[in-house]
């Protein structure tokens, strides 16, 4: 790599977490001084391998990584004196369900699936990851409703 | 680097996604990326088949992987045959900068795996409806990159081209659209550009 400003940051691996009992301390000295630069990542995003995103300050960042590795919430992408990356998974915003009996609950997961929607099951709650609007995602629901009554919550999440 | 960069080329059946292939493996032959390609037809392998009798590119970086099935379901739900295809290149070709994967064509819900690919071109035409962007299906919409190929037959088709590209520009709120033309080639070369910049990270030779 050469150090031209115009080239990104090449980001290849992950080097550990910032959780991670010998990172923790060297990066919390270093978050001190200001050495520390996020990135964040939407969490439909961070099945990706590769992507081109920019820092916290702004630094143009080009993340490849090998294709075992996934990036988690936390995972340090660079590490060198005076600089430390760090992935930030925004789990983002949810839409959250709850059906209002067995029937409704078989026939809204049944529909959400079909839409391929990311969904997590909190309890009796549905929680659908939102990769668009929230109103968008309740006018997709709006004929489902008919026959799978549901109640929408706050996000709570 | 870490492996080949791996990217989806999806759309409807017929907007140019062989099309488009064949114009990129042209500029690829001229600058020396190492590249391989996966298609996808639903029983045949006539677009793999097609690509060689291409002659831009060896005939044994071509694979094709019968779906069988309806198309997104093997760059969607289970994408493990494209997996595989991909892994076996990249032994078989260690210097491989990147796989292109053509999907099988199918309808504008169509979206890859982001399990499979890195990043994804969703290709649309002129001819297909100026009314497209605007229906919002998802692979419009959620691609890194939509393509709008066969500007060349907007005449023809009564299509008022940059309103229809105003319209998908709108649609995808500041996310990337281009325009092409691959009977002539135009647009090629800035596709190619994207794909440097967003996911293979190298410059051009000067
Ligand atoms: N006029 C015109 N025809 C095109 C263009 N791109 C592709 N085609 C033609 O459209 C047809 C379908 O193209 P193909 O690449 O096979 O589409 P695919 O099914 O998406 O792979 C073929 O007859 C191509 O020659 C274009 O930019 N302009
Ligand atoms: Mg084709």
């Given amino acids: ?157 | 680097m870490s492996g080949a960069a791996r990217i989806g080329i999806g759309g409807p059946v017929g907007s140019g996604k062989t099309a488009l292939i064949e114009r990129m493996l042209e500029a690829f032959a001229a600058d020396g990326t190492e590249v391989a390609v996966i298609t996808n037809d639903l029983a045949t392998d006539e677009d793999a088949e097609r690509l060689r009798r291409g002659g831009r590119l060896a005939p044994e970086r071509i694979l094709a992987v019968q779906a069988g099935a309806c198309p997104h379901t093997v760059i969607r739900e289970d994408p493990t045959l494209n997996m595989a295809a991909a892994d076996r290149l990249e032994r078989q070709f260690p210097g491989l900068e990147l796989i292109l994967i053509e999907s099988g064509g199918d309808n504008l819900a169509s979206t890859f795996s982001l399990d499979l690919v890195d990043y994804w071109l969703f290709v649309i035409d002129v001819a297909g409806g100026d009314d497209i962007p605007r229906k919002r299906g998802p692979g419009v919409l959620q691609c890194d990159l939509l393509v709008i190929n066969k500007t060349d037959l907007a005449p023809h088709v009564g299509v008022d081209f940059p309103a229809m590209l105003a319209t998908a520009q709108a649609a995808r709120e500041g996310r990337p659209v281009i325009a092409s033309d691959c009977r002539r080639g135009a647009g090629v070369a800035e596709v190619i550009a994207r794909l440097r910049r967003d996911v293979l990270f190298t410059a051009v030779a000067p």
Avoid: Q
């Fill in chain 1, 1 to 157: 790599m050469t150090g031209r400003a115009s080239e990104p940051l090449l980001l290849t691996g992950i080097l550990g977490h910032a959780r991670d009992a010998g990172l923790h301390e060297r990066l919390h000295a270093m978050e001190h001084r200001g050495e520390v630069e996020v990135i964040a990542i939407p969490a439909a995003e961070a099945a990706r391998r590769r992507l081109r995103a920019l820092t916290d300050r702004g630094r143009d960042c080009a993340i490849a990584l090998d294709r075992p590795a996934r990036l988690s919430d936390g995972a340090v992408l660079h590490l060198s004196e005076g600089l430390a990356i760090v992935a930030r998974i925004d789990s983002g915003p949810r839409l959250r369900l709850r059906p209002a009996s067995v029937e409704a609950a078989l026939r809204l997961g049944h529909c959400c699936g079909n839409l391929h929607w990311k969904v997590n099951f909190a309890g009796d709650v549905l929680e659908v990851v939102l990769d668009g609007p929230r109103e968008a995602c309740l006018e997709r629901l709006r004929d489902v409703a008919a026959y799978a009554p549901f109640e929408v919550l706050g996000d709570g999440a």
